[in-house]
Each structure stands twice: as C-alpha cells, then as structure tokens.
T-cell receptor
Framework: DAGITQSPRHKVTETGTPVTLRCHQT?????MYWYRQDPGHGLRLIHY???????DKGEVSDGYSVSRSKTEDFLLTLESATSSQTSVYFC???????????FGSGTRLTVV | AQSVTQPDIHITVSEGASLELRCNYS??????LFWYVQSPGQGLQLLLK??????LVQGIKGFEAEFKRSQSSFNLRKPSVHWSDAAEYFC???????????FGKGTRLSVIA
C-alpha cells in the first residue's frame, strides 16, 4: 500500500543466521506492528511499537526482537533463524489501532 | 482476552450468488470490529469497520457487515459475488486506544462459474 513498504520482499536464509526485516512508512503514524501469517493460524502479533524506542511484545515474540529509532522505520530481527520462523511477515501502521491498520505487501522468509 | 473465531475455513460459492462469512468475537468492552481481504500474494486491505452507531456498516466493493452484540457476531455479506471476490477474508477485533488488533484465522472464498 502507498505509504508503507517492506524490504526485502523475499528472502531465503540458513538456519542459525541473523535476519533483519525492514518496515518503512511515510505516513508519520505513531503505531507500527509486525505480524506473521501462517496457514491455519491467520495473523499473529509478534511485536508492536507505540512510538520511537517504545515497543512491546505480542503473542509470538520468542526468537524475535525489534527496534524503532525513527518514526518511519520499524525493524524486525531474527537473532538466529530457525525453520519454524519460515513464514510471511507483515508490517502494519496505524495512527490509532482502533482506526484500523494499513498493511505492507509482506516479506516471504524461508529458513533452510 | 480478546479473540476472534471464523468458523468456516473455506467456502465455495457460485458467481452471482449471495455470500455470508461468519465472525464471532470475544471482547470484554465495546469492540472495534474490522473485515480485511487478502488477494493471493498481496497484503491485507480494509473492507469495512464498526466502531459504534448503526449496526449495519457498508464497505468497499459492495460488502456490508452487521454487528449483533447479543450474538457477539460481525458477519460479512455481499448480495452477489463476482469472480474477483475470490480471496481470503479476515475478521479482527480491537478496543479503544492502542490495543493491537486480534485477527481470526481467515476464511478462504472460492468462486465458481
């Protein structure tokens, strides 16, 4: 969607390597979210941010860390990738979560 | 804790037929409810949302949804389905402020001629 971009769009990485996914927004929205999408599980929240340097965990945060040093960027890091982290990762932004989200196009990550 | 149940994993309808996708939610306070659509290989697009007021809300692409507090439901409807409606549909619930949305597991819609 306009105003939010994710990079890379696709990535294949080896087990045990660190991986960083980037979400960039141009909307100046306060809230940013990382979800993962897996068949049969829908979207599950990994981490979210409610401001620069302000982040909190979601329901599936183990093995993931995040950072937000600027309003426009929200980074998701897999410290040591495992096969169970093979998934499609979506970033979303919102001025207020009750307004609904705007989603990025997703990053398909494969851990081999 | 808030939760969303979409009872139907996969639904197949004929083009031109009516559609209803079910969504039941659990939330302790007044919910904010959303329906999103995801086309293959794409991100999620907001179809419609309910905050308060009229319990029948209109969205994009001819979709509507009805909030029924007594049944904790927010079902999505469309009177006549088009082949381009084939996609996955997600219901989500949230609250006021910055409470992150909780999504259902999705319903995949197939449309046949």
């Amino acid at each position: 969607d306009a105003g939010i971009t994710q990079s890379p769009r696709h990535k294949v990485t080896e087990t045990g390597t660190p991986v960083t996914l980037r979400c960039h927004q141009t909307e100046n929205h306060r809230y940013m979210y990382w979800y993962r999408q897996d068949p049969g599980h829908g979207l599950r929240l990994i981490h979210y941010s409610y401001g620069v340097k302000d982040t909190d965990k979601g329901e599936v945060s183990d093995g993931y860390s995040v950072s937000r040093s600027k309003t426009e960027d929200f980074l998701l890091t897999l410290e040591s990738a495992t096969s169970s982290q093979t998934s499609v990762y979506f970033c979303a932004i919102s001025e207020l979560s009750s307004y609904g989200y705007t989603f990025g196009s997703g990053t398909r990550l494969t851990v081999v | 804790a808030q939760s969303v149940t979409q009872p139907d994993i996969h639904i197949t309808v004929s083009e031109g037929a009516s559609l209803e996708l079910r969504c039941n939610y659990s939330y302790g306070a007044t919910p904010y409810l959303f329906w999103y659509v995801q086309s293959p290989g794409q991100g999620l697009q907001l179809l419609l949302k309910y905050f308060s007021g009229d319990t029948l809300v209109q969205g994009i692409k001819g979709f509507e949804a009805e909030f029924k507090r007594s049944q904790s439901s927010f079902n999505l409807r469309k009177p006549s389905v088009h082949w381009s409606d084939a996609a996955e549909y997600f219901c989500a619930v949230g609250g006021s402020g910055n409470t992150p949305l909780v999504f259902g597991k999705g319903t995949r819609l197939s449309v046949i001629a």
